[in-house]
């Protein structure tokens, strides 16, 4: 396995970030993809599971 450092950012709808969490030694554990129906208007949801040795939460952004 190949692990890597990432970052989750969650926005607000004006766009603005409002918090991030930085995650460090991390690797995918599971990946689903729902099945895509061209006659229908259901969004494709795809889920990506991850394992990280650590998890920090950003604290330059404001905590609501």
Same mark, same amino acid.
């Given at each position: 396995?190949?692990?890597?450092?990432?970052?989750? =950012?969650?926005?607000?709808?004006?766009?603005?970030?409002?918090?991030? $969490?930085? $995650? $460090?030694?991390?690797?995918? =554990?599971?990946? =689903?993809? =729902?099945?895509?129906?061209? %006659? %229908?208007?259901?969004?494709?949801?795809?889920?990506?599971?991850?394992?990280?040795?650590?998890?920090?939460?950003?604290?330059? $952004?404001?905590?609501?």
């Amino acid at each position: 396995k190949q692990m890597r450092n990432g970052s989750l =950012t969650i926005y607000d709808q004006a766009s603005k970030e409002q918090i991030r $969490f930085d $995650f $460090f030694r991390a690797w995918p =554990t599971s990946y =689903t993809i =729902t099945d895509l129906n061209s %006659s %229908s208007s259901d969004y494709e949801i795809e889920e990506l599971e991850i394992v990280c040795e650590e998890l920090v939460r950003n604290l330059k $952004f404001p905590q609501n």
